[in-house]
C-alpha cells in the first residue's frame, strides 16, 4: 500500500465545494472535512452507497444524483426516511421539541424529552436531542440503547433556521434511499463501478458509543474485499493518528487490500473534549486515514 499524503482528484474537487450546514450532530462527525473526503472518490463512478451513514455529511457534501444511504440503527435512520418523504414533518417534530423544552429549566426540558426517547426510542426525540446534547456525543448504552448525554451547554439552533436545513438537505439527498440495513447486506448490492464510503466505529476512540464495542473491523475488511473483487471502489474512514500525531493507532489492515492511503486531519478530537470536560485540548489533534481499493 501507498501509504503517504495524497491529493484527490483536482476535477473532483472543483465541483465539490465544502457544506457546513449539518443537519445533525453526530459523533464523528465528517462535516467540516466531507469535501476533502469526496475528492479522494474516482472521477466517475455510478451508484454511491454509505453504509454507516451517522451524520451523513459525505453524503449531504456529494448530493450524488442516485444513492443508496443505510445504517443498522432503526430511530436514526427513522429521521433520514422522513427527510426524504415528508420534510414538513421533521421541521414540526423539532419544532415541538424544542418549544417543549423552552418550558421551565433548560435541563428539565431536555430531560424530559430524553425520557421520551429512553422509554420508546424513536427519531423524532432523537432529532432534538443530537443537536441538543453535550458536545453533540449521542452515547448510548450498548446493553440496552439507553442513551446518557447530558444537556449541552449551547442553545439548540431555532426552528426557523432548523427548517432551512431541512429544505437543503432534502434537495441534496433527492436522489437517495434511505434504509435500516446491516452494512454488509448494503456493501454487497453495490454494483461494478459503484462507490462506497465507510465511516463505522473507530476502534481506538469510540468504544463508548452505541454498537461500537460489537463493530468487527475484520468482517468488514472481508467484505470490501468482495466488493474490489467485483471492480466496486471502496473508501474507509478509520483511526489514524491522535495526539497531535504522535500516536499511530495499529490497525489489521489486510495486506494488498487497499492500494493507497491518505490522512485528513480531523482537528481536535470532539469525544477525548467531552470526556474531559470541555477543555481546548491542544494536544489532541487527530488525523484519520482514508484507505482506497483503488
Known amino acids: ?28 462527525n465528517k462535516q467540516r472535512f466531507a ?8 472521477e466517475h463512478f455510478g451508484a454511491y ?13 456529494l448530493a450524488p444524483d442516485r444513492g443508496f444511504a443505510s445504517d443498522a440503527f432503526s430511530p436514526l435512520m427513522e429521521i433520514w426516511r422522513t427527510l426524504s418523504k415528508s420534510p414538513a414533518t421533521l421541521k414540526r417534530w423539532y ?67 432548523f427548517a432551512r436545513r431541512v429544505d437543503e438537505w432534502h434537495k441534496r439527498t433527492s436522489g437517495t434511499t434511505f434504509s435500516v440495513m446491516d452494512y454488509e447486506a448494503a456493501m454487497d448490492r453495490a454494483q461494478s463501478g ?3 464510503y465507510c465511516d463505522p466505529p473507530y476502534a481506538h476512540s ?20 468482495r466488493c474490489k ?3 466496486v ?29 491518505a490522512l485528513v486531519n480531523c482537528g481536535r478530537s470532539m469525544l477525548r473534549r467531552f470526556q474531559m470536560n470541555g477543555r481546548t485540548l491542544e494536544s489532541e489533534v487527530v488525523a484519520d486515514r482514508l484507505l482506497l481499493t483503488y
Request: proline share 6%; glycine share 10%; charged share 25%.
Open 1 to 28: 500500500m501507498n501509504q503517504q499524503w495524497l491529493f484527490g482528484s483536482e476535477e473532483l474537487a472543483a465541483r465539490i465545494r465544502p457544506f457546513k450546514a449539518q443537519l445533525l450532530k453526530w459523533i464523528g
Open 35 to 42: 469535501h476533502e473526503i469526496a475528492s479522494y472518490f474516482p
Open 49 to 61: 452507497h454509505e453504509p454507516f451513514l451517522g451524520s451523513g455529511a459525505v453524503l449531504g457534501t
Open 95 to 161: 419544532a415541538e421539541r424544542y418549544a417543549d423544552a423552552k418550558i421551565g429549566d433548560k435541563k428539565e426540558g431536555y430531560e424530559r424529552i430524553k425520557a421520551s426517547y429512553n422509554a420508546e426510542p424513536n427519531g423524532a426525540d432523537l432529532l432534538f436531542l443530537c443537536r441538543a446534547c453535550y458536545g453533540g456525543v449521542v452515547r448510548f448504552r450498548q446493553a440496552d440503547g439507553y442513551m446518557s448525554t447530558p444537556c449541552g451547554i449551547h442553545n439548540p439552533i431555532p426552528p426557523e433556521s
Open 194 to 196: 459503484d462507490v462506497i
Open 206 to 225: 469510540q468504544a463508548i458509543l452505541y454498537g461500537a464495542q460489537s463493530f468487527g473491523l475484520r468482517r468488514l475488511f472481508d467484505v470490501t474485499a
Open 229 to 231: 473483487r467485483r471492480g
Open 233 to 261: 471502489f471502496v473508501a474507509v474512514s478509520i483511526d489514524g493518528t491522535k495526539r497531535s500525531g504522535e500516536v499511530t493507532c495499529h490497525l489489521p489492515i489486510p495486506k494488498g487490500l487497499f492500494e493507497r492511503e
